[in-house]
């Protein structure tokens, strides 16, 4: 069996350190809004990150295999080892490996071809349906939160394009996102928490229709505040609080939809805003 000639491309390198959680900030965020409009960086991420769980699974497997019995009976039954006699010697100077700047960085240099290969290779095949998931697991509500997270940090920057549907049509809102989610919902005044409604999106977060109601702080903070929903999902029982480097959530969910609020991690009412929404939505 021979590897492939073909070298990973820049986008497959950038993507490989984003899902390992060593890409900039800058890059971090360059890369979320690529995935959000580029349908094919989407194929290839997924491609990359399927390839990367069968690798730990297929490992994880290779370790539950137990010892073979007659393994076990042969190093039980092994006779003791003779103890050597050992003549006295001179005593050596200890030996140290020094490796010189040149020797250390041709082997980071030779990890990392051999890591990216083995990341490359399984990439490329995905795993096949014996291994298909009959459950969803915990990972995939990470991975929807992580589409939100995405979702909000590019639109909350576009101040003059932060919706689709401006808050003056508030029942065209309703019927294009009851229609296309499936949720019944009400837009929750939220004038008690100091926010105006400033309008709507459809998106799609781990290949849902999500619905987005924008908010803002009306004391001239510019600060956007997200009300997400869409289709039952995993139960997350009771509201769950969480932090993504600059972004806080608040999770909760009914018998027919999940709610994510949104905002800056440095607003501490997040839970409040939470509160209420839960309470008129």
Request: charged share 15%; no cysteine; hydrophobic share 45%.
């Given at each position: 069996m021979t590897l492939p000639?073909?070298?990973?491309?820049?986008?497959e390198l950038r993507l490989s350190s984003y899902l390992d959680g060593e890409a900039s900030d800058q890059d971090k965020h360059e890369l979320e809004a690529l995935l959000v409009n580029d349908s094919q960086a989407r194929v290839l991420h997924d491609s990359l990150k399927r390839g990367g769980e069968f690798g730990r699974r297929v490992l994880d497997d290779m370790l539950k295999e137990?010892?073979?019995?007659?393994?076990?009976?042969?190093?039980?039954?092994?006779?003791?080892?003779?103890?050597?006699?050992?003549?006295?010697?001179?005593?050596?100077?200890p030996l140290a490996f020094r490796p010189s700047g040149a020797q250390a960085l041709l082997a980071c240099l030779l990890f990392f071809?051999?890591?990216?290969?083995?990341?490359y290779m399984l990439a490329a095949h995905p795993p096949m349906p014996d291994f298909a998931r009959t459950s969803a697991p915990?990972?995939?509500?990470r991975d929807w939160l992580d589409d939100v997270v995405a979702h909000y940090r590019l639109y909350e920057r576009q101040e003059s394009r932060l919706s689709e549907i401006g808050a003056d049509r508030p029942a065209d809102i309703l019927q294009w996102l009851t229609t296309n989610t499936g949720v019944s919902f009400r837009i929750p005044n939220l004038s008690d928490s100091g926010l105006t409604f400033a309008g709507?999106?459809?998106?799609?977060?781990?290949?849902?229709?999500?619905?987005v109601l924008f908010y803002k702080r009306s004391d001239g903070e510019n600060e956007v505040i997200a009300l997400t929903f869409s289709k039952t999902r995993p139960d997350t029982g009771r509201p769950i609080e969480d932090i993504r480097n600059d972004?806080?959530?608040?999770?909760?969910?009914?018998?027919?939809?999940t709610f994510v609020l949104v905002g800056p991690s440095s607003a501490a009412d997040l839970d409040d805003i939470a509160a209420k929404a839960a309470g008129l939505i």
């Open positions: 000639n073909a070298q990973p491309s820049a986008l137990p010892v073979p019995l007659d393994l076990v009976r042969t190093i039980k039954n092994a006779p003791l080892p003779r103890r050597a006699v050992r003549l006295p010697q001179a005593p050596r100077a071809g051999v890591g990216g290969g083995i990341g915990a990972s995939d509500a709507a999106r459809l998106v799609a977060a781990d290949g849902l229709p999500l619905g972004t806080g959530l608040v999770s909760w969910s009914t018998p027919l939809a």
